[in-house]
């Protein structure tokens, strides 16, 4: 069985994808108390031995934490995806973003622990994300140099060859447009009866699953209602099916089966936000309705809230992101924002996946906690990193 260390886990959305390709995830970090409550549960359901580091990363690039941590285990592969808000495209990019450094403590672990693999997950922007200055853990300084490019270096200067490449989650059966930098890290033996096969980036699938496919069965809820139960008036999709029955194996070998309907909760709109919502065309943002509004209605209808955008039922989603209020519902009798477990199945997780944590949470409050629609938005698609987790199991068993 191979044995997978989890940087940056989060809620858990790789390690499902890992899990379902047939790895073993004993170990895994993340700072957050709410993502490492939904983890632990997550783990604890589904029968798995778990040792988790609830804390600072940096504390455990020290040896003799790392050590304790690990307590002597072999590690196959090292996954993560480094907190990317200072590189992302929809943010500030800001220089001075501590995060921005986080990518370098990751490859110290890495360092450490020598694996045979190492896997980064991060969002587009990386990719043309300048450092102005930065030392490496090899005492390099890079200067005026792209984040990917640093990694690549710093990687090899401890014996590891790196490819990196921009995959989009829909092409692996997520319903959703989700662009990002998938860097895969392989060691290098000296000996040529120990080298390792260097893993190749996963085949599109031929199958696109749209938002319809994903969420028609879960669209009985009004606004302000919360349920348990599924409804049974509508046609189940097999995508649907796939996420009631469960994709992630327990220990025994057996997935899990939702019975209840799990962070099924519809927001209580204002009247004004349901009509703002009635007027939005299928894919149209806010931004986009209010240039087309009356003078008058315009007056009504002011929000600052333009990236807001109503879903194609035909076609995937746009990314989700950590804001609930960013994706409107496309049933036009239906005029609200998703449930977290709309979104969770647009991220492609399975039904009996339970989210922990406040549903929500709002202001500066936001930099302490991490909410249930966050750790969804913060996930790597499990279906996406189960293509990923395809691809470097199939080196380590040949």
């Given at each position: 069985m191979y044995t997978v260390l989890d940087l940056f886990c989060g809620a858990g959305g790789m390690s499902e994808g890992f899990l379902q390709a047939g790895f073993q995830i004993p170990f895994a970090s993340d700072y957050s108390k709410e993502a490492a409550e939904t983890y632990k549960r997550r783990h604890d359901q589904l029968g798995y031995n778990l040792n988790f580091f609830n804390d600072d990363i940096g504390k455990l690039t020290k040896r003799s934490t790392l050590n304790d941590f690990l307590g002597g285990a072999t590690i196959d592969v090292i996954v993560g995806g480094p907190p990317c808000q200072g590189f992302s495209l929809t943010g500030k990019r800001d220089e001075n973003d501590p995060r921005n450094r986080l990518f370098l403590d990751y490859l110290k672990i890495v360092k450490l622990v020598k694996p045979k693999y190492f896997v980064i997950e991060n969002v587009e922007g990386m990719l043309s994300y300048k450092v102005k200055k930065i030392k490496g853990i090899s005492g390099t300084i890079y200067e005026d140099e792209i984040v990917p490019e640093i990694i690549k270096k710093e990687a090899k200067t401890f014996g590891?060859?790196?490819?990196?490449?921009?995959?989009?989650?829909?092409?692996?059966?997520?319903?959703?447009?989700?662009?990002?930098?998938?860097?895969?890290?392989?060691?290098?033996?000296?000996?040529?009866?120990?080298?390792?096969?260097?893993?190749?980036?996963?085949?599109?699938?031929?199958?696109?699953?749209?938002?319809?496919?994903?969420i028609s069965d879960l669209r009985f809820l009004k606004n302000g209602q919360v349920s348990s139960?599924?409804?049974?008036?509508?046609?189940?999709?097999?995508?649907?099916?796939?996420?009631?029955?469960?994709?992630?194996?327990?220990?025994?070998?057996e997935t899990i089966r939702a019975i209840r309907l799990e962070n099924h909760k519809a927001s209580t709109h204002q009247e004004k936000t349901v009509k703002r919502f009635e007027k939005l065309k299928p894919g149209e943002s806010v931004g986009d309705l209010l240039i087309r509004l009356t003078s008058?209605?315009?007056?009504?209808?002011?929000?600052?809230?333009?990236?807001?955008?109503?879903?194609?039922?035909?076609?995937?989603?746009?990314?989700?992101?950590?804001?609930?209020?960013?994706?409107?519902?496309?049933?036009?009798?239906?005029?609200?924002?998703?449930?977290?477990?709309?979104?969770?199945?647009?991220?492609?997780?399975?039904?009996?996946?339970?989210?922990?944590?406040?549903?929500?949470?709002?202001?500066?409050?936001?930099?302490?906690?991490?909410p249930q629609y966050t750790q969804v938005g913060n996930a790597v698609p499990p279906l996406f990193a189960r293509a990923i987790a395809n691809q470097i199991i199939k080196c380590l068993r040949s």
């Amino acid at each position: 069985m191979y044995t997978v260390l989890d940087l940056f886990c989060g809620a858990g959305g790789m390690s499902e994808g890992f899990l379902q390709a047939g790895f073993q995830i004993p170990f895994a970090s993340d700072y957050s108390k709410e993502a490492a409550e939904t983890y632990k549960r997550r783990h604890d359901q589904l029968g798995y031995n778990l040792n988790f580091f609830n804390d600072d990363i940096g504390k455990l690039t020290k040896r003799s934490t790392l050590n304790d941590f690990l307590g002597g285990a072999t590690i196959d592969v090292i996954v993560g995806g480094p907190p990317c808000q200072g590189f992302s495209l929809t943010g500030k990019r800001d220089e001075n973003d501590p995060r921005n450094r986080l990518f370098l403590d990751y490859l110290k672990i890495v360092k450490l622990v020598k694996p045979k693999y190492f896997v980064i997950e991060n969002v587009e922007g990386m990719l043309s994300y300048k450092v102005k200055k930065i030392k490496g853990i090899s005492g390099t300084i890079y200067e005026d140099e792209i984040v990917p490019e640093i990694i690549k270096k710093e990687a090899k200067t401890f014996g590891y060859y790196v490819e990196y490449k921009l995959l989009n989650a829909k092409d692996y059966g997520v319903p959703q447009n989700r662009p990002r930098v998938i860097f895969f890290g392989t060691r290098n033996f000296k000996r040529k009866k120990d080298r390792l096969q260097i893993p190749t980036f996963p085949e599109k699938h031929k199958v696109v699953v749209s938002v319809e496919d994903a969420i028609s069965d879960l669209r009985f809820l009004k606004n302000g209602q919360v349920s348990s139960n599924y409804n049974g008036r509508y046609r189940v999709t097999p995508y649907q099916q796939l996420l009631r029955n469960g994709l992630t194996p327990n220990a025994n070998g057996e997935t899990i089966r939702a019975i209840r309907l799990e962070n099924h909760k519809a927001s209580t709109h204002q009247e004004k936000t349901v009509k703002r919502f009635e007027k939005l065309k299928p894919g149209e943002s806010v931004g986009d309705l209010l240039i087309r509004l009356t003078s008058e209605e315009l007056k009504y209808f002011k929000t600052k809230k333009y990236r807001c955008t109503k879903l194609e039922k035909d076609s995937v989603s746009p990314t989700v992101l950590t804001l609930p209020d960013d994706i409107v519902h496309y049933d036009q009798g239906n005029p609200r924002i998703l449930s977290v477990r709309e979104f969770a199945r647009l991220q492609s997780f399975d039904d009996s996946f339970v989210f922990y944590g406040k549903r929500t949470t709002g202001g500066d409050r936001r930099k302490y906690e991490t909410p249930q629609y966050t750790q969804v938005g913060n996930a790597v698609p499990p279906l996406f990193a189960r293509a990923i987790a395809n691809q470097i199991i199939k080196c380590l068993r040949s």
